[in-house]
């Protein structure tokens, strides 16, 4: 029995590793807390949130469809699965109304150092 769980154990860490992306969503300031907490039901452990002022031209802005100064600037660390998920949802439920106009994208981690860092950020449970 005792055998059996050290091979169960010795298989859980030869799995491959998850593949980890950056989040990086820009929103109105308002609607920060609503994407946090979207953003929490896909097992996203860190997350920060950086207030900014836009100091694009307004025509810039008005294509980008971010009129308004007062930003969210919400970096998140993904599991690489989920992401055509979150932006779909993003494109479908969050973006499309006039009043929640916003800007996504993902940059790939391409490295980490230190395992117990990539377990906590990859959301695995030792």
């Given at each position: 029995?005792?055998?059996?769980?050290?091979?169960?154990?010795?298989?859980?860490?030869?799995?491959?590793?998850?593949?980890?992306?950056?989040?990086?969503?820009?929103v109105d300031r308002k609607r920060?807390?609503?994407f946090k907490i979207f953003l929490?039901?896909?097992?996203?452990?860190?997350?920060?949130?950086?207030?900014?002022?836009?100091?694009?031209?307004?025509?810039?802005?008005?294509?980008?469809?971010?009129?308004?100064?007062?930003?969210?600037?919400?970096?998140s660390i993904v599991q690489e699965?989920?992401?055509?998920?979150?932006?779909?949802?993003?494109?479908?439920?969050?973006?499309?109304?006039?009043?929640?106009?916003?800007?996504?994208?993902?940059?790939?981690?391409?490295?980490?150092?230190?395992?117990?860092?990539?377990?906590?950020?990859?959301?695995?449970?030792?």
């Amino acid at each position: 029995m005792e055998n059996n769980k050290k091979n169960k154990k010795k298989d859980k860490s030869l799995e491959a590793p998850k593949k980890l992306k950056i989040l990086v969503t820009i929103v109105d300031r308002k609607r920060a807390d609503y994407f946090k907490i979207f953003l929490e039901n896909y097992k996203v452990n860190f997350q920060t949130v950086m207030y900014a002022r836009g100091t694009a031209p307004n025509e810039v802005m008005k294509f980008l469809g971010t009129i308004g100064n007062d930003k969210a600037f919400i970096l998140s660390i993904v599991q690489e699965d989920n992401i055509k998920e979150i932006l779909s949802k993003y494109e479908d439920e969050l973006f499309k109304s006039k009043n929640n106009k916003g800007i996504a994208f993902t940059i790939p981690i391409k490295s980490l150092i230190g395992v117990y860092l990539y377990q906590f950020l990859a959301n695995i449970e030792v």
